[in-house]
């Protein structure tokens, strides 16, 4: 079972940068794709960006377009979340996640991300 672990989390100010690291245990190259997803207190968790891992393929939610980006490094079986202007409502808990076309996905444990106004 692959583990992943998240950091890069922390407390910035609105209008700031932060860069999020999710490091597998295994190789990512056998994953279709990893994602990060959010959850703030009291709401749904909700998807933030996917990338496709063999291709590149990228998908986000709209409320972080043009903001956030998504990368992988297949070699350092990592995947990364950039994010800039950073607003208060992007402030939850990050979770990494590894999807397989089985749908046997496994989450990270999870990163906190506060942005004060």
């Known amino acids: 079972q692959v583990q992943l672990v998240e950091s890069g989390g922390g407390s910035v100010q609105a209008g700031g940068s932060l860069r999020l690291s999710c490091t597998a245990s295994?190789?990512?190259?056998?994953?279709?794709?990893m994602a990060w997803y959010r959850q703030a207190p009291g709401n749904q968790r909700e998807l933030v960006a996917r990338?496709?891992?063999?291709?590149?393929?990228?998908n986000y939610a709209d409320s972080v377009k043009g903001r956030f980006t998504i990368s992988r490094d297949n070699v350092e079986n990592t995947a990364y979340l950039q994010m800039n202007s950073l607003k208060p409502e992007d402030t939850a808990l990050y979770y990494c996640?590894?999807?397989?076309?089985?749908?046997?996905?496994?989450w990270g444990q999870g990163t906190q991300v506060t942005v004060s106004s």
């Open positions: 996640v590894a999807i397989r076309t089985t749908g046997a996905n496994t």
């Open positions: 295994e190789s990512i190259s056998v994953m279709y794709a």
């Open positions: 990338i496709t891992v063999s291709s590149g393929r990228t």
